[in-house]
């Protein structure tokens, strides 16, 4: 018996950085996409993922808002938040540390990096158990 696949929740308003990484992510969890990041209440309690990859800038909601929410709501906070956004200033990367995140990644980002992070994340061994990078 296997276990069951990881769940990654992916919030972002670009549809090419939601298209790649439901191509790249597919294979090996439980990916569901939104663009819309105000869905992120109902997404959370339908899907119960066990990470959240955010952008930090989207229309009506911001990523930094939405990880400030999850990691003050005592059901989520331990749910894993990983940022990629296109602010690299240290004062955004910053504001997203400390709003919660467990990481900031910005773009354009290495698959390589992504894929690293998500496992260091998800407390996955790192030992090339994608394929090749």
């Avoid at 800038?57 to 990629?84: E, Q």
């Avoid at 773009?107 to 690293?116: A, C, D, H, Q, V």
């Amino acid at each position: 018996m296997t276990a069951p696949r990881k769940k990654i929740l992916v919030i972002d308003d670009d549809d090419g950085v939601v298209e790649l990484f439901q191509e790249m992510l597919s294979p090996h969890y439980d990916v569901r996409v939104h663009s819309n990041g105000l869905e992120f209440p109902r997404l959370m309690i339908e899907f119960q993922p066990d990470l959240v990859i955010l952008d930090v800038m989207m229309p009506w909601v911001n990523g930094y808002d939405i990880c400030r929410s999850i990691k003050s709501n005592p059901a989520w906070k331990h749910t894993p938040v990983l940022f990629t956004s296109n602010r690299k200033r240290p004062e955004d990367i910053n504001l997203g540390i400390s709003r919660g995140a467990n990481g900031y990644i910005t773009k354009p980002f290495s698959m390589i990096e992504i894929r690293l992070k998500i496992k260091t994340l998800l407390k996955e061994p790192t030992d090339g158990a994608f394929g090749p990078l």
